[in-house]
C-alpha cells in the first residue's frame, strides 16, 4: 500500500496574527532655488538621520565627470575649512552651492531643478547621500525626419 503524504498543522496555524507590515520606502526629494541654493524640507530633513543646525557637509561629484548628474553629501569633521553647514529656511534648510552649480553648466535661473536622495556608503562605513539631479522642463520637440507612413490629407488635390 503507497503511503499518503501529510501536512500537519501546528497552533501558530490556528493563530491570528497580524502580518508584519513592510513601511513603505518613502521617496526623498528635493529641489535647487532660483538662488542656486539646495533645498530640503522640513519632512525631508526629519527622515534624514542628520542634525541640520550643527552637521557640516562635505559636498562633491564624481571625479571625471564633465556634466553634473549627482551630488554627493557626506557628514564632515566639525569646523572643516572644505564644509558646507545648512541654513533654516522658511520651509526647510538650505545649502547655498550657487557659483559652484554655475560653473558646473547647471542653469538654475531659468530650469527648476528636483532631486532625489538616496544614501550611499562612503570611505570606512561613513555614510553620505547622493542627490540625482533631474530637470522639470519639458523635452523639447522633435525636429527630425518624420517616419512611417504619410498623413492622408482630407483635400485630394486634382
Given amino acids: 500500500m ?7 498543522f501546528s497552533p501558530e ?29 522640513d519632512k525631508v530633513v526629519s527622515q534624514l538621520s542628520i542634525n541640520p543646525e550643527t552637521t557640516r557637509f562635505k559636498i562633491g561629484v564624481q571625479e571625471g565627470k564633465r556634466k553634473i548628474k549627482s551630488l554627493y553629501i557626506v557628514a564632515a ?25 554655475q560653473k558646473s553648466g547647471i542653469d538654475y535661473a531659468s530650469t527648476k531643478y528636483t532631486f532625489t536622495i538616496k544614501e550611499f556608503t562612503y570611505e570606512d562605513g561613513v555614510s553620505g ?12 520637440a522633435y525636429t527630425g525626419k518624420p517616419r512611417g507612413r504619410k498623413p492622408k490629407n482630407s483635400e485630394v488635390n486634382a
Fill in 2 to 8: 503507497k503511503a499518503t503524504a501529510l501536512r500537519f
Fill in 77 to 101: 569633521d566639525d569646523n572643516s575649512s572644505d564644509s558646507f553647514e545648512m541654513t533654516k529656511a522658511a520651509k526647510g534648510y538650505t545649502i547655498s552651492l550657487a557659483l559652484i552649480l
Fill in 129 to 140: 547621500y547622493e542627490l540625482q539631479l533631474g530637470d522639470t522642463a519639458p523635452k523639447p
Fill in 13 to 41: 496555524d490556528n493563530s491570528e496574527t497580524k502580518k508584519k507590515v513592510t513601511p513603505k520606502s518613502v521617496t526623498l526629494t528635493g529641489y535647487v532655488s532660483a538662488a542656486g541654493k539646495l533645498v530640503f524640507p
